[in-house]
């Protein structure tokens, strides 16, 4: 299919973005700015490469999967061989982030049409949130705006399998984000609950593997990784022991940070209360 000129205008402005927070993240290098987050991935790669180290750094005190699951990060590992060091990685993280605009606009097209599709576009890349993310260190998080948004993009439009190869990709991130890919799963489920168990067996799956990584990862593997230090295992965990204390806490930070997230969209996501209804879940964890 030939791009149209509304396909043009969403790829130039997304070659704008990736080269425009390129060239802030090294500038940001050149001057010391980036914070720990870059030491911890650049040794980790390097400690992989170098000394078979699975994603060992001396800030989290031996492998990154004693803190979080995230495999999808030796997919870089080729790309880090070749480029070593934080200059590729802050690159990266700017791409991926704008080809997070490629589903907010397939999706907005397929429900709004051309014109106001690319409008819909071009809010993801004005959206504060987003500059933040893209202005930030790279974190394994700069692979969801394009997986993630892919899945849900296949939701509503009916793509199931891409929805499951998606919806799992997710699952390789980072472990909190089985909660939204659950839900996304749970939400196929009551969208489709006519139909026999068995049409729907990819959204049960999802389910099931959500369940699966986020209790392998701290039962299991977390454990495993943290070396034997039971105090490095439960981390994360330790919230959820006193619930009604930390409800008690940080209410004020809490509210802004809905703000922050919703105000430059003019509340407009509350709309849409099917979808939004999928982040709840992690809404509730932070």
């Known amino acids: 299919m030939t791009p149209d000129r509304y396909d043009l205008f969403v790829i130039a402005c997304g070659v704008i973005f990736a080269l425009f927070f390129s060239a802030v993240s090294l500038f940001r290098l050149s001057v010391f700015d980036p914070q720990y987050d870059t030491v911890i991935f650049s040794q980790a790669y390097w400690n992989t490469i170098h000394?078979?180290?699975?994603?060992?750094?001396?800030?989290?005190?031996?492998?990154?999967?004693?803190?979080?699951?995230?495999?999808?990060?030796?997919?870089?590992?080729?790309l880090s061989y070749l480029f070593p060091g934080p200059e590729a990685l802050f690159v990266i993280k700017s791409i991926l982030i704008a080809l997070g605009a490629a589903p907010v606009y397939l999706c907005a097209r397929h429900l709004l049409g051309e014109r106001d599709g690319c409008l819909i576009t071009l809010v993801y890349f004005f959206y504060p949130v987003v500059h933040g993310a893209a202005y930030c260190d790279f974190y394994e998080t700069s692979f969801l705006p394009l997986l993630l948004g892919s899945a849900l993009w296949a939701l509503?439009?009916?793509?199931?399998?891409?929805?499951?190869?998606?919806?799992?990709?997710?699952?390789?991130?980072?472990e909190d984000v089985s909660l939204i890919v659950m839900m996304i799963g749970c939400a196929g489920l009551w969208m489709y609950r006519r139909r026999p168990v068995s049409g729907n067996w990819r959204f049960i799956?999802?389910?099931?593997?959500?369940?699966?990584?986020?209790?392998?990862?701290?039962?299991?593997?977390?454990p495993a990784f943290a070396g034997g230090d039971p105090e490095a295992a439960n981390q994360f965990l330790d919230q959820y022991r006193d619930i009604p204390g930390n409800l008690s806490d940080h209410n004020g930070k809490r509210i802004h940070y809905l703000i922050q997230i919703f105000a430059p969209l003019l509340f407009t996501p509350l709309a849409a209360p099917g979808i939004?209804?999928?982040?709840?879940?992690?809404?509730?964890?932070?």
Do not use: D, Y
């Open 205 to 222: 799956l999802l389910v099931i593997l959500s369940l699966v990584v986020l209790l392998g990862f701290f039962l299991i593997i977390k």
């Open 51 to 78: 000394h078979g180290e699975i994603l060992s750094n001396s800030l989290e005190g031996g492998s990154h999967f004693g803190v979080h699951f995230s495999p999808v990060l030796f997919s870089l590992l080729p």
């Open 276 to 286: 939004l209804i999928i982040a709840l879940p992690s809404f509730l964890e932070l």
């Open 156 to 174: 509503v439009t009916g793509r199931e399998n891409l929805m499951l190869i998606c919806g799992i990709g997710c699952l390789l991130v980072k």
